[in-house]
């Protein structure tokens, strides 16, 4: 069994930053992956970015490419961080953090640990 602990988030103007933190405890070892994924006010829930844990490759939705970055935090199992610049109105969102044990990348349904989620609201 994996925990997942988002933190972060909060309210800021478009074009601003905001850093979101996710931590797992549990079985972090068999942790292949890590993302983030956003629901919308539309209740739609997007990919937003993910990562192979142990020094792998990320993987960004092309919304977020060039204004968002994952990564992994350095000396901690199982943590990420995601770095969210040029924040706009359409980012708004409640922002899962997902962990797998099956793999990793884009695709929600590789991801069985999620955390409760964290706001984020971009106003214009």
């Known amino acids: 069994q994996v925990t997942v602990l988002e933190s972060g988030g909060g309210s800021v103007q478009a074009g601003g930053s905001l850093r979101l933190s996710c931590a797992t405890s549990?079985?972090?070892?068999?942790?292949?992956?890590m993302a983030w994924f956003r629901k919308t006010p539309q209740n739609e829930r997007e990919a937003v970015a993910a990562i192979y844990t142990g020094g792998g490759n990320s993987f960004y939705a092309e919304a977020v490419k060039g204004r968002f970055t994952l990564s992994e935090e350095r000396g901690a199992q199982g943590r990420v961080i995601l770095e969210m610049n040029d924040l706009r109105p359409e980012d708004s969102g409640v922002y899962y953090c997902?962990?797998?044990?099956?793999?990793?990348?884009?695709?929600?349904?590789?991801?069985?640990?999620w955390g409760q989620g964290t706001q984020v609201t971009v106003s214009s």
């Open positions: 549990g079985r972090t070892a068999a942790i292949l992956g």
């Open positions: 997902a962990a797998s044990t099956r793999g990793g990348g884009l695709l929600d349904s590789l991801y069985g640990f």
